[in-house]
């Protein structure tokens, strides 16, 4: 009997050995920021000024501060409101810009607005219904107001977390029911902004160069220097219109200062959790729900651990190891990096192996070796059950 409970009690042990979890393998190039390597021997790509080729630049360049205090330009789905003296009720109402850009007048007269000021905007309408002798060339008889600046597309690439064609500036219906019933002349749409526009990109990416920031419109561009938006002084943030063009350099290093909520990163991020360790069988009974996956920007590992969960608890299942999947935003190649609990918790290096979490991660708790041998010998005990009870019946 002695000789068979040794037997279960050595190959319980040889299972929990095997049991114990291995050291996440990576590809060459996955791992992108300091606090992910193994070894702190190792570091990453230092960081570089960008560099946009101009072949995707306009041919002429424009000051970032002249471009900011330049008058809003007109776009799509604007509504704006003409007044022509002497007209009450015919010629004289509020208009909205068709998707060309476009308003039609007296139901024959169509005139471009798309891309002009109000100012100039005014001129052409103007113009247009002196030639078309509906009016008189007064001066002054024509009058037109802003009453909403709407929605924008505007195209956005380089270091950001999402870049494509985006949406911003739309305005809810509250607001726009506030707008229409205001007398007062001009809009604000502070939706519908450079910043606003890399925000609804995702926000920049840790390695972007944010003193490389350009914008396109028709054939004219410009570089602006966003970084006051980390260090806090004033930036030049242009307002935009339809079809303007925004790029973001890339740095190709990772930036710790760039991981934190602000005008030009998202204010927060998602994540993913799954914490089954021992007492809880599943994420219900450890307390993870939206409020705890939806995380600050800049999180990092060992507050996500928290979170989730896996801090804490017996001394018997303390020592247990976390797993962190990411993807580098830079290449897209996948990287998972393990950590142990207490280690991160009790070194006093833990600063240099604390990664930060990047939107759309994934953390995963694991049990320690101590619960690995509990549920190797119970898978022993349990087999060898029906064993023993059947040599004591016969």
């Known amino acids: 009997m002695s000789k068979k409970i040794t037997a279960i009690v050595t190959s319980a042990s040889l299972l929990a050995g095997c049991a114990t979890m291995e050291r996440p393998d990576n590809m060459r190039g ?83 607005l798309a891309g002009q000021s109000v100012v100039q905007a005014e001129r052409a309408i103007s113009s247009k219904l002196v030639e078309n002798r509906l009016i008189r060339g007064l001066r002054n ?68 160069d944010l003193s490389a920031v350009f914008m396109l419109r028709d054939d004219q561009w410009t570089q602006v220097d966003l970084s006051g938006a980390i260090t806090g002084r004033s930036i030049d943030d242009i307002t935009l219109t339809s079809d303007d063009r925004i790029i973001v350099g890339s740095a190709e290093c990772f930036q710790d200062a760039l991981v934190k909520p602000s005008q030009v990163t998202a204010p927060g991020i998602r994540v993913y959790m799954s914490n089954l360790s021992r007492p809880a069988s599943n994420n219900a009974s450890s307390a993870i729900g939206r409020d705890s996956t939806s995380l600050p920007y800049g999180t990092r590992l060992s507050q996500a651990m928290v979170a989730a969960n896996c801090v804490g608890g017996s001394a018997m299942n303390a020592a247990r190891k976390v797993v962190l999947m990411s ?47 509990r549920d190797v010998i119970s898978l022993v005990g349990e087999t060898a059950s029906p064993y023993f009870l059947l040599k004591n019946v016969d």
């Open 327 to 373: 993807r580098n935003p830079m290449n897209g190649k996948s990287v998972v990096i393990q950590r142990s609990v207490e280690k991160l918790v009790r070194h006093a290096d833990r600063d240099e192996n604390d990664p930060y979490l990047m939107p759309g991660d994934s953390l995963a708790c694991y049990d320690s070796f101590a619960m690995n041998v």
């Open 30 to 112: 996955s791992q992108y920021a300091p606090q992910q390597y193994w070894e702190q021997s190792q570091t990453t790509t230092q960081c570089q000024n960008a560099m946009i080729p101009f072949s995707q630049l306009g041919d002429h360049r424009v000051e970032a501060h002249i471009m900011a205090s330049s008058p809003d330009l007109l776009s799509a789905g604007d509504r704006v409101e003409l007044k022509i003296a002497g007209d009450v009720d015919d010629l004289s109402r509020t208009y909205v810009l068709a998707a060309n850009g476009s308003i039609t007048i007296d139901g024959r007269i169509v005139i471009g």
């Open 141 to 208: 008889s024509v009058r037109l107001r802003v009453v909403e600046l709407g929605g924008v597309n505007v195209a956005v690439s380089g270091a950001v977390f999402e870049p494509g064609m985006i949406r911003v500036g739309e305005r809810t219906a509250e607001t726009r029911g506030v707008n229409l019933n205001n007398s007062e002349s001009g809009d604000r749409n502070v939706s519908r902004s450079l910043t606003a526009a890399i925000r609804a990109a995702g926000g920049v990416r840790p390695d972007a």
